[in-house]
């Protein structure tokens, strides 16, 4: 077997930055300071090296709604945007209720090599939570399998793509079930009567009505509901896709008091806001909706305070055609992210709003704590991913070479500083991919 060094790199850590060559020989990784020399060389001067990204929040709809996407055009498009771990959500065809649909997922992953994808279990029926304590709680070697590869329980507690909203009385069910069995939850917080009421007081059919159907008031009093739930349980709570400002204060408030709470926010929710109906139209429906300036200026403080702990993406991708059809309101919600998310953290990062080692805290250390997803560092003997940046390279966004299957992008003629160079895994070997990272024959593998 080959060797390959890395030189001249800057490895990028959560507490900083540290320079060294990686030597990668008969498959393991070790960090060398002097000039070494190897069979091929990766020049990485003035690059940076990250462990390859988690996205913690992602839809690739297999199985069922393989015309959006598929685990493999995703996991690609992931690659492609340095995100080498995803946790996927259970709102396919079938929804992930059962042992059965998780081993489902995780046989069509086993052929996955872009990217490696865990998966959250659903439930909305009593009998999905005895599926879950199977699967999270059985000693039989076939379930523990499976509890290897899934991150916990998603619940919806508004229905959004799929109608997956869980009854109260099955959530509540479901917060004691979870700190039973230490099995983390990760909420939708919408609460379904407060967008009811406010629903029903629009008659405009504007696009942008759609971020007053589903008001802030909603998202918070349902953070305030699950979190509530979290006390009286003590289960682990990750809120999902945290929009604005009065909810933030709510995870504020659960996190001072000491509850095992967290959260994530999107890249759109950080930097798009209702403006963007104007020029987006449907390519700007998601849910939550976009909000205020003020709003994503308020994330962007909870992320300098420590408040957010994640940047996910929640990657929905629906096809052009989907979100056109019919009228505006009733398009499905929904925006990619997995490719952009990184070039756009490298932009603001470039700015100084954000540092190199933030993005290695919001997208690697801490969806890898919350999820207990076994990730490893850049270090010697790790089974590490290994993401090589260019931080200067200025380039535009455009949906045509990006990956994903749905073929749009909301970020479509952004100007972002900072590129993916090259993605290394571990998958029977590192395999090096130079061209960009879409000529797969050219690949060499080490
Ligand atoms: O905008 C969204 N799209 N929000 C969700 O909750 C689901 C997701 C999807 O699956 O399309
Ligand atoms: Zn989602």
Not at 200 to 223: C, K, M, N, V
Request: proline share 5%.
């Amino acid at each position: 077997m080959s060797s390959l060094l890395i030189s001249g790199g800057t490895i990028i850590r959560v507490n900083g930055e540290e320079k060294a060559d990686i030597l990668i020989q008969n498959g393991d990784i070790s960090l060398v300071d002097s000039e070494g020399s190897a069979d091929q060389t990766i020049d990485a001067s003035g690059l940076l090296i990250f462990p390859g990204l988690i996205d913690c929040h992602v839809h690739f709809r297999e199985p069922g709604l393989t015309h959006k996407a598929t685990m493999k055009s995703e996991a690609r498009a992931a690659r492609a945007g340095g995100v080498t771990t995803v946790c996927e959500m259970p709102n396919t065809s079938p929804p992930t209720f059962t042992a059965g649909a998780l081993a489902d997922k995780v046989r069509l992953a086993q052929e996955v090599t872009d990217c490696d994808i865990r998966f959250f279990m659903g439930a909305v029926a009593r009998e999905h939570l005895a599926q879950l304590r199977t699967v999270w709680a059985s000693l039989l070697p076939e379930m523990q399998r499976l509890k290897a590869r899934c991150c916990g329980l998603k619940l919806f507690l508004e229905n959004s793509t799929g109608d997956l909203k869980t009854d109260q009385d099955l959530v509540e069910e479901a917060f004691r079930l979870c700190a039973e069995i230490d099995c983390p939850i990760v909420a939708h917080c919408e609460d379904p009567v407060l967008n009811a009421s406010a629903n029903a007081a629009i008659s405009d059919q504007d696009i942008a009505t759609h971020s007053l159907r589903r008001p802030p008031e909603s998202e918070a009093a349902s953070i305030e509901h699950a979190t509530t739930l979290a006390r009286r349980y003590g289960t682990r709570l990750h809120i999902a896709h945290l929009s604005a400002a009065l909810g933030l204060e709510v995870v504020r408030r659960a996190k001072e008091e000491g509850l095992a709470v967290t959260c994530e926010v999107t890249p759109h929710h950080l930097l798009l806001d209702t403006s963007r109906y104007e020029d987006l139209g449907v390519f700007a429906k998601m849910n939550p909706p976009l909000r205020s300036s003020e709003d994503s200026a308020a994330l962007w403080q909870g992320i300098a305070d420590g408040v957010i702990d994640c940047i996910a993406t929640d990657h929905a991708p629906h096809l052009k055609e989907e979100k056109e059809a019919g009228s505006p309101l009733s398009a499905p919600s929904g925006v990619p992210g997995v490719e952009t998310m990184l070039p756009l953290l490298l932009t603001v990062a470039a700015t100084g709003k954000l540092s190199y080692s933030d993005i290695v805290r919001l997208c690697f250390d801490n969806p890898n704590t919350i999820y207990s997803l076994g990730k490893e560092h850049i270090a010697d003997g790790a089974d590490a991913d290994i993401l090589i940046v260019d931080p200067k390279e200025e380039w535009e966004i455009h949906a045509v070479s990006l990956h994903s299957l749905c073929g749009w992008t909301p970020f479509e003629g952004a100007k972002v500083r900072g590129r993916v160079k090259y993605v290394l895994r571990k998958v029977g070997g590192y395999a090096v991919d130079t061209q960009g990272l879409t000529n797969r024959a050219s690949r060499g593998v080490v």
